[in-house]
Structure formats: structure tokens, C-alpha cells
């Protein structure tokens, strides 16, 4: 056979062999877009289903990030982990993802494996958020000094991060060390000072210093933040009520009620307000009220307010 003819016959074959190369890559292109697309109109159902697709004719990174995306949209964490996964293995040096999959790991209660993906990270780049993640991994675990010994470590690379220090004062709290909480929390709030969770950390701090009229005001700026804030409302009254003011905390939870009338764990603390004056009768109308508008789904709604464990602290 000639050369021109070989040329010919290889020509075709090549041609043969790239048609459905290219027609797999139009499809790509084409699940890819319509993927973006559904995802910014809010359809995440249809854009997981077209990011999957797509994914079927070529592993690509950046259509891993937007099934990974819109998954975590769904609230389906476990599924956008595996997606990081698969993009940690695509792309090993972009730690980002390693970061992304840490966040999802803490707030599916895999710390251990949080805490690898922040110590990957590590080992390539100081990054202030590892230590942050790891942190808290760390502080849920119990393992309180490693989690302040990485907090002082993010705040050495950045000081203008709350998180950082509202994190850290919370495991000072925790730890019975309130001076430094005290001195954390204030760096918090002088970089945050709308955040609700700093004053009412503060005004926890307050009390353990029996700081009570500190620890009041900084329910009043909750509630002046957030008037719907049913957490400081609650601890001011029970302040009150622990000091003897009850004529004041049954002013206050009538204040709430105005606000916020189906406020059921108001009635049932103005009802132990009301015990404590005497009026039983009436007391027993709150509880009434009280029960019947909180959950009866939730069994510890059902009985009067336990003041020592009515709100766990909030996930930071």
C-alpha cells in the first residue's frame, strides 16, 4: 500500500476514534451548563442529577465543587463529603477542599476525622481556619488545652477573626479560667458588636464573677439586638428571680409576652414567678398556656421551666 494511501486509511480511523471523544465532551458541556444553571435558579434536585451526569463522561474538579455545592444545599452533608473526596483525589494540592470537608465532618460529629483533614492542611500552609477547625473539633472531643493551644495559634496568623476568640472564650468558660474568657470575649464583641452570642456568653461570664446587673445588661443589648432573642429573656428573669426581684422578672416576662405572645417557656416562668408571690391561681393559668404553646413533640416541654439546662450554649 502507498504512503498516500496509509495516510488516507490512518486519517480515518483517527477521525473514527475522535467523534466520540468530542460528542462525549459536547454532552459534558451541555449536563455541565444546564448543572450551573438549575443550581442558580434554586432547582438543586435537577442540577445534582445534570452534575452527576456529566460526571459520568469526565471526572472534572470544578463540577465536583458544584455537586459538592448542591448537595449541601439539600442538606445532604454526607453525600457533599464524598464529592470532596473525590475532589481531594482529583486535586490533592488545592487544601481548600480538605478545609470544606473539615466543616462538614464537624457538623456531622466526625471530629477525628475533621481534625485529619485540618492536620493535612497544616502540613502544607499555616492556615488560620485549620486551627479554627481543628479547634473545635478538639473542644468537642474534650481535649480543651489542644484546642486553646490552636486558637492562640489562628490569632497569631489572624487577629480579626471573632470566631477565633469567641471559641476560645467559651472553653475559658468552660475551664473555670473567667479572666481570660472575660478578656476574649471583649476582643469579640470590639470586632463584632452586633453579635449575639458574644453578650450572651458575656453575660454568662458576668454571673460566675456574680457581676448580675453586667450580666442583665448584656441580656438587654440581646434583646435590644433581637427582640425575639427567647434565651436572654428566660436568663434575665431567672436572675431576677434568683435575687429576689420577682416583682421585676414578672415586668419583664410580660414585656416578652407583649412581643412575643406564643412565647410558651415565658408563660412557664412567669408562672414560677407568680408561685413565688403566692398567686397560685393564676400561676397555674401560665402553666396551662405554657404547655399547651410549647412542642409537644419535646417531652421536657411538658414540665416547668428547668432553669439550669433551658437552653444548652449554641453551637459556635
Known amino acids: 500500500m502507498s504512503s498516500f494511501l496509509k495516510s488516507l486509511f490512518g486519517t480515518k480511523n483517527t477521525m473514527e476514534k475522535e467523534e466520540p471523544a468530542k460528542e462525549a465532551e459536547r454532552k459534558f458541556d451541555i449536563l455541565k451548563y444546564d448543572g450551573v444553571k438549575a443550581l442558580k435558579m434554586g432547582k438543586t434536585g435537577y442540577a445534582v442529577r445534570c452534575f452527576k451526569e456529566a460526571l459520568n463522561f469526565r471526572e472534572e474538579a470544578e463540577t465536583l465543587e458544584y455537586l459538592a455545592m448542591a448537595y449541601i444545599q439539600q442538606g445532604e452533608n454526607n453525600d457533599a463529603i464524598e464529592a470532596y473526596t473525590r475532589l481531594a483525589i482529583l486535586a490533592p ?20 476525622e475533621a481534625i485529619k483533614d485540618c492536620q493535612y492542611v497544616l502540613q502544607h500552609n499555616p492556615d488560620y481556619r485549620a486551627f479554627l477547625l481543628m479547634a473545635n473539633a478538639q473542644n468537642k472531643l474534650g481535649a480543651t488545652e489542644e484546642a486553646i493551644n490552636n486558637l492562640t495559634q489562628a490569632a497569631g496568623l489572624k487577629n480579626d477573626v471573632m470566631d477565633i476568640f469567641l471559641l ?12 481570660k474568657a472575660l478578656k476574649d470575649i471583649n476582643k469579640t464583641i470590639e470586632l463584632a458588636p452586633e453579635e449575639e452570642a458574644a453578650y450572651m456568653q458575656r453575660a454568662k461570664i458576668q454571673e460566675c464573677f456574680q457581676d448580675y446587673e453586667a450580666a442583665l445588661q448584656d441580656y438587654a443589648t440581646v434583646t435590644e439586638l433581637n427582640p425575639f432573642h427567647e434565651q436572654a429573656y428566660l436568663e434575665s428573669s431567672r436572675i431576677l428571680m434568683e435575687n429576689q426581684r420577682i416583682d421585676e422578672a414578672i415586668q419583664y416576662l410580660d414585656e416578652a409576652l407583649e412581643i412575643k405572645p406564643d412565647f410558651g417557656k415565658a408563660y412557664l416562668a ?13 400561676a397555674a393559668e401560665d402553666i396551662q398556656t405554657g404547655q399547651e404553646l410549647c412542642d ?6 411538658k414540665h416547668p421551666v428547668n432553669f439550669e439546662d433551658i437552653y444548652a450554649n449554641r453551637p459556635l
Open 270 to 282: 412567669r408562672a414560677e414567678a407568680k408561685k413565688l408571690k403566692g398567686d397560685i391561681a393564676s
Open 93 to 112: 494540592e488545592d487544601t481548600d477542599t480538605f478545609l470544606k470537608r473539615a466543616q462538614l465532618y464537624l457538623q456531622e460529629g466526625d471530629n477525628e
Open 296 to 301: 409537644e413533640t419535646e417531652e421536657d416541654e
Open 168 to 179: 476560645r472564650a467559651a472553653i475559658y468558660c468552660k475551664t473555670g479560667q473567667y479572666d
